[in-house]
T-cell receptor
Framework: DTGVSQDPRHKITKRGQNVTFRCDPI?????LYWYRQTLGQGPEFLTY????????KSRLLSDRFSAERPKGSFSTLEIQRTEQGDSAMYLC?????????????FGPGTRLTVT | AQKITQTQPGMFVQEKEAVTLDCTYD???????LFWYKQPSSGEMIFLIY??????QNATEGRYSLNFQKARKSANLVISASQLGDSAMYFC?????????????FGTGTSLTVIP
């Protein structure tokens, strides 16, 4: 049984560049979440997918951020025109369908550094 | 108002002793879930324990137990017989509307250090 995987684990980019992260959830999980975590803080919700549909998006999410989950399997998170304030750990999590269990299972995260 | 409040930025405990990590929450939804996660220095969030708002008994998972006081809106984590490997950040989280809600709210965390 494989857990949630994320790729890459680390990304260093220059300000203004675009970056894309990938998340592969646990195979039978239809719910997928993206979070951002900065140093000394808890994870902050970014967006949520149920199957391929993006059902929730944080109001704090800049329009430079976009996420997709084609075919309801893996998901990508793209950040356009990166800024230094985007430097953070980006966490992906997945959950099984409602009624089975309620907890989320997290991936190892992608650490983004914008120089 | 903060959905989840963790008031202890850092805690120390002697090895083999018990420790309580505090968490209070704020919601008007009658259906919600409370979770605790551990985040070691490696960065991965590890699920520890879950308590549903309708659960009558406090949740327990091995050395972890959740002291759920609904009227006080608190969900403290108790770790018994602390081990050196318990040193990590601990986050309390809440999910409102268990069947329909999709957001998890996390606290700012408590850094636990176990002293040999």
């Amino acid at each position: 049984d494989t857990g949630v995987s994320q790729d890459p684990r680390h990304k260093i980019t220059k300000r203004g560049q675009n970056v894309t992260f990938r998340c592969d959830p646990i195979s039978e999980h239809n719910r997928l979440y993206w979070y951002r975590q900065t140093l000394g803080q808890g994870p902050e919700f970014l967006t949520y997918f149920q199957n391929e549909a993006q059902l929730e998006k944080s109001r704090l999410l800049s329009d430079r951020f976009s996420a997709e989950r084609p075919k309801g399997s893996f998901s990508t998170l793209e950040i356009q025109r990166t800024e230094q304030g985007d430097s953070a750990m980006y966490l992906c999590a997945s959950s099984p369908p409602a009624g089975i269990s309620y907890e989320q299972y997290f991936g190892p995260g992608t650490r983004l550094t914008v120089t | 108002a903060q959905k989840i409040t963790q008031t202890q930025p850092g805690m120390f405990v002697q090895e083999k002793e018990a420790v309580t990590l505090d968490c209070t929450y704020d919601t008007s939804d009658p259906s919600y879930g409370l979770f605790w996660y551990k985040q070691p220095s490696s960065g991965e969030m590890i699920f520890l324990i879950y308590q549903g708002s309708y659960d009558q008994q406090n949740a327990t998972e091995g050395r972890y137990s959740l002291n759920f006081q609904k009227a006080r809106k608190s969900a403290n984590l108790v770790i018994s017989a602390s081990q050196l490997g318990d040193s990590a950040m601990y986050f309390c989280a809440m999910r409102e509307g268990l069947e329909t809600g999709n957001q998890f709210y996390f606290g700012t965390g408590t850094s636990l250090t176990v002293i040999p």
